[in-house]
């Protein structure tokens, strides 16, 4: 069994900073990519960064220069440091893991979410 488990949330203002964490543990061969996805109420999830040793790290266009995404042990760690949060930055972040599961077949693992609430 894997458990992806996000940590770190919790209210904060804007403009201020907050940093996520995302553990995977368990029955895994390998860990490739470690990704971030954000869902607001009513909308669908949506990509917000990754990062792999083959492709390095990518984010998209609205966070670029505030978030910044790192792992180590690995990649089974990941970390987002969020800066200059803003209010629309008020959503459910989902941590994603990808790699190999013991069969060496490709899996996907996801988290349960964390709420981040950015408010006055």
């Known amino acids: 069994q894997v458990q992806v488990q996000e940590s770190g949330g919790g209210l904060v203002q804007p403009g201020g900073s907050l940093r996520l964490t995302c553990r995977v543990s368990g029955s895994i061969f390998a860990v490739n990519v470690m990704a971030w996805y954000r869902q607001a109420p009513g909308k669908q999830r949506e990509w917000v960064a990754s990062?792999?040793?083959?492709?390095?790290?990518k984010y998209v266009d609205s966070v670029k220069g505030r978030f910044t995404i790192s792992t180590k042990n690995d990649q089974s760690t990941a970390f987002r440091q969020m800066n200059s949060l803003r209010l629309d930055d008020t959503v459910v972040y989902y941590c994603?893991?990808?790699?190999?599961?013991?069969?060496?077949?490709?899996?996907?693992?996801w988290g349960r979410g964390i709420q981040v609430p950015v408010a006055s």
């Open positions: 990062t792999s040793g083959n492709t390095g790290t």
């Open positions: 994603d893991a990808e790699g190999l599961n013991p069969d060496i077949r490709r899996a996907t693992w």
